[in-house]
């Protein structure tokens, strides 16, 4: 059966673009992936995904609303991966960890080669609505 990892990735929309980013190590190391990481023992889920965002990519993220959580059974681990909905607040995205990034749409997302757990998550995102929460607001004068 193996271990379970409990992890975070953040569906960081700009508009109706979604990022991407490609996997700089590791076995998977090539792959495309949404970011984040694992969950440190006092962290909750958020603050987790906020931390890794800023490691890894170098900016500032709100979190907003669980959109979905993956269970997917590797070879070597079972991965449980709680996938929130972010927008950048503040910062220039400055690869850290990964080899590349990319802004797609939810007609594009299928141009790049995601990882195992992720395959399923592309297909829920492109069936339901993502926005942005803040896309309607209009800004304080």
């Not at 271990?3 to 569906?11: P, S």
């Not at 170098?58 to 929130?84: A, K, R, W």
Request: hydrophobic content about 40%.
């Amino acid at each position: 059966m193996g271990k379970t990892i409990h992890v975070v990735a953040a569906i960081i929309i700009d508009g109706d673009k979604i990022l991407a980013t490609q996997r700089g190590d590791g076995d998977f190391k090539g792959g495309w992936e949404f970011p984040g990481g694992k969950i440190e023992d006092n962290e909750n889920p958020k603050e987790a995904l906020v931390r890794e965002i800023k490691e890894e990519l170098g900016v500032d993220i709100d979190v907003h609303d669980l959109f979905e959580t993956v269970l997917y059974s590797y070879p070597n681990f079972n991965l449980n991966m709680q996938c929130f909905i972010c927008e950048i607040t503040h910062g220039i995205i400055t690869l850290h960890e990964h080899l590349a990034y990319q802004w797609l749409t939810k007609d594009t997302l299928n141009h790049v080669h995601w990882l195992p757990a992720d395959v399923e998550l592309i297909e829920k995102i492109r069936m339901r609505s993502i926005t942005s929460p803040h896309a309607a607001s209009v800004p304080n004068a």
